[in-house]
C-alpha cells in the first residue's frame, strides 16, 4: 500500500500491521480487526500461521510495555518515533525469541514474493532490536555509566548500511526525530556528517 499513513507522510510504504490494519479500515470498515489479521497474514503464505503468532504475542507484551511507561512517566507516548525509547528487556525477549521462529522457517515453502516479505519482517524486527539496545546503551553513555554505546552504535550503522535498500527508512527522519542525541555522541558519524567531502545518502529517497 502506498499513500497517506495515518501520521500524514506521503508516501510512505505502509508494510507492518500496524499500518496495514489502519488502511484496511479505512477502505474497508465494516471487516473485524481479526478478519484484517488474517487477512494480512495470509500474504506470507505457509508462514502465515507463524507471523500470526508472532504478532499475537508481541502484542499484548507490548502493550504491556507501553502502559509501564505511561504510568512510569505520566504521559503519553506523542507518537510511535518514541516507542523505541520506552522497550524492556521482558519485550526484547519476546522479539528476539519471535525473531529465531521465523529466520527459521524454512524458506523453499515460499514463493518469491512471499520470502520477500517475510525477509523484510525480519530485518524489520532485527533493526528494532539493535535500535533499542542503541538508545539503551546511548542512555547509558549520557549518563556516565558503563556501557557498550561505541558498539550498539556501530552494530546498527553497519546494519542499517547493509540493508538500507530492502528496509527503505526514511533515516534522516528517524535521527532528526528521536536518535539525534545519540548519534550526536558517536564520534564516527560526527566525523561523516561534518566532513562536506562525505555525502550522505537517504535510502528512502532512491
Known sequence: LYGVDYDGTLGVRSRDLEHYIICRMIADPEK???EL????CSAFGAAKDMVKEFY????????KMYFHSRSKNRKLLLDDSELESVIDKEYAKVLSAGLKKLEAFP?????????????????????SLLTAEFIAQGDLAIAG?????????????DFRAAHA???Q???GNIVYRSERKYWAIYQPYVDATSNSSVKLVDPAAG
Do not use: C, H, M
Open 107 to 127: 524458506k523453499d515453502k515460499l514463493s518469491a514474493v512471499e520470502q520477500w516479505r517475510l525477509n523484510r519482517l525480519i530485518l524489520t524486527i532485527r533493526q
Open 56 to 63: 499475537t504475542t508481541a502484542r499484548p507484551a507490548g502493550e
Open 165 to 167: 535498500a530492502e528496509l
Open 145 to 157: 555509566k558503563k556501557n557498550s554505546f561505541t558498539n550498539a552504535a556501530k552494530a546498527l550503522w
Open 32 to 34: 473485524s480487526f481479526d
Open 37 to 40: 489479521v488474517d487477512e494480512y
Open 169 to 171: 527508512e526514511n533515516y
